[in-house]
């Protein structure tokens, strides 16, 4: 079984729809992150979550929440998706930084969005 | 703030002859450095990674990367193109202990017969 999850692998909506995309991992890593990937502008970070209690912005939060449910849970949320979130979305963890860890993220294979 | 450039998003190469993907960063201090590669539909596998010492860096694959401070850059590179090197090729940067990796736009990397 792949490290990092993402459910669901695909999916199409509408606008307006609230959608959530969830990611588990049993890397045992505190730290969890959200970016989203579009052609041209590489990936840009949505959230991240570098322990339970301890939710941060990324820059391009708008539109978007997540919830950590758990340490090894951290979904996203598009309370009401619109067309331009049309996007390659990837969870991603890694360890602490520092003391031997270098921050190097471990991805999961991503969420393919589309909302029409 | 920290930011990562890569000059070229597409790259075509003959199988078997060398490449180079280039990676100039900005970041005030000796920044932690990423090579991650992304197959078509699949997610992103590190290649390499710099955060002190030598400053060329064996990853996966075959590839290496030097870190240039006086250019600010972390340029790839592999001797040999295989088809299946075929890929995006991101290039990232982690300046501090925030923890957070910031990515170049991505090299598409095409290889030819």
């Known amino acids: 079984d792949a490290d990092v999850t993402q459910t669901p692998r695909n999916r199409i909506t509408k606008t307006g729809k609230r959608i959530m995309l969830e990611c588990s991992q049993t890397k045992g890593h505190d730290r969890m992150y959200w970016y989203r990937q579009d052609p041209g502008l590489g990936l840009r970070l949505i959230y991240y979550s570098f322990d339970v209690k301890d939710i941060n912005k990324g820059e391009i939060s708008d539109g978007y929440s997540v919830s950590r449910q758990a340490q090894a849970k951290f979904s996203l949320s598009l309370e009401s998706a619109i067309p331009n979130q049309t996007a390659l979305y990837f969870c991603?963890?890694?360890?602490?930084f520092g003391q031997g860890a270098t921050g190097e993220l471990f991805f999961g294979e991503g969420s393919r969005l589309t909302v029409l | 703030a920290q930011s990562v450039t890569q000059p070229d998003i597409h790259i075509t190469v003959s199988e078997g002859a060398s490449l180079e993907l280039r990676c100039n960063y900005s970041y005030g201090a000796t920044p932690y450095l990423f090579w991650y590669v992304q197959s078509p539909g699949q997610g992103l596998q590190l290649l390499l990674k710099y955060f002190s010492g030598d400053t060329l860096v064996q990853g996966i694959k075959g590839f290496e990367a030097e870190f240039k401070r006086s250019q600010s850059s972390f340029n790839l590179r592999k001797p040999s193109v295989h088809w299946s090197d075929a890929a995006e090729y991101f290039c990232?940067?982690?300046?501090?202990?925030?923890?957070?990796?910031?990515f170049g736009q991505g090299t598409e990397l095409s290889v030819k017969p």
């Open positions: 990232a940067v982690n300046g501090g202990r925030g923890g957070k990796l910031i």
């Open positions: 991603a963890t890694s360890d602490f």
